[in-house]
């Protein structure tokens, strides 16, 4: 499989009142068409920093982002963010808020009937078909977020970058959430590139995990494959001594080597021993460029 998204180089200093503050050093990867990616590591190390650089948001000021062949200078439609909270506009229903979007990217090669069939199908791809018209002062915070996803699918990305999308969610719309998202990438095969604190929700969703090492001048400290089959259910992994390697394996890259612990109180269920007897396999930094 080609790389699609070649992250190279990137370095991020930012301008402040002290002086310079490196936030990124050296950060490289390379993401292949269809891969899910996750990005983890302690709050403040730079993985907003290195979304809104792919997302064109923020300029590296060292290295940078190719993606399909181009270079990444500006935002653009070919790379849809979804955001922790759902950023939608409030006196738009949320047909009307996906409208937007499709409006956007396809308002000169559609026609109105393919435009409206085409987001009322991103709409019922999460499950809002029913509440099409409602706007998101009436629905819920899990709904908003399923109409976020929709207007992100709708513009048919080549990367879909995702900032703690189910962050704010409790834990029960959050599992449903993770489940639709898989049932969404089996049908689509999105190139993805998720946020996210939770380590159960980076092994369930992920192929590959990407750690980041704490800041200043973070960068990627290791990349850990996750090879297990899709389908994947949530209950059958539970008691899957593969996924509790990698879980564990994720939780000592951010104890032991990092110090301190992730946001997300669902990681601290598991001890982290386990990982030792049967490692899966990590890449230090350098080895993600040959793994791509
Ligand atoms: N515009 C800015 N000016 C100065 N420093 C910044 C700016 N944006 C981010 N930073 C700093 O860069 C570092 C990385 O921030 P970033 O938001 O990328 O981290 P993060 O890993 O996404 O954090 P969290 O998990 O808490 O969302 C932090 O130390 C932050 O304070």
């Not at 990616?37 to 290295?63: D, E």
């Not at 950023?87 to 009937?113: C, D, H, I, M």
């Not at 301190?260 to 007897?277: E, V």
């Amino acid at each position: 499989m080609s790389v699609l998204l070649d992250i190279s180089q990137v370095g991020m200093e930012f301008p402040t009142n002290d002086g310079p503050f490196t936030a990124l050093r050296d950060v490289n990867l390379k993401i292949r068409k269809g891969e899910f990616v996750s990005l983890i590591g302690h709050s403040g190390c730079g993985k907003s920093t290195v979304l809104n650089i792919v997302a064109g948001l923020h300029r590296a000021t060292s290295g940078g982002v190719i993606l399909d062949g181009r270079e990444v200078t500006d935002p653009g439609p070919e790379r849809a963010v979804v955001f922790q909270n759902h950023s939608l506009l409030p006196w738009l229903t949320a047909y009307e808020n996906v409208e937007l979007a499709v409006r956007q990217v396809f308002g000169k090669t559609r026609g109105k009937a393919e435009q409206r069939e085409w987001i009322e199908h991103n709409l019922k791809l999460v499950h809002m078909e029913h509440a099409m018209q409602k706007r998101p002062g009436e629905i819920s915070g899990g709904m908003k977020q399923r109409v976020g996803i929709a207007r992100a699918l709708a513009m048919q990305p080549k990367v879909l970058l995702m900032d703690e999308p189910f962050g704010a969610l409790d834990a029960l719309t959050r599992a449903h959430m993770q489940d639709s998202l898989m049932e969404i990438q089996a049908e689509l095969n999105n190139t993805v590139i998720m946020i996210t604190h939770d380590v159960d929700e980076a092994v369930l969703l992920s192929d590959r995990i990407v750690m980041m090492t704490n800041g200043p001048a973070a960068t990627i400290g290791e990349v850990l494959e996750v090879d297990l089959e899709r389908p994947r259910h949530r209950l059958e992994l539970a008691g899957d001594p593969r996924y509790n390697r990698l879980r564990a394996r994720v939780l000592k890259f951010l104890h032991e080597r990092h110090g301190g612990s992730p946001r997300n109180d669902s990681t601290s269920k598991t001890s982290t021993t386990r990982a030792a007897a049967d490692e899966p396999a990590v890449h230090e930094a350098e080895g993600v460029e040959s793994a791509a």
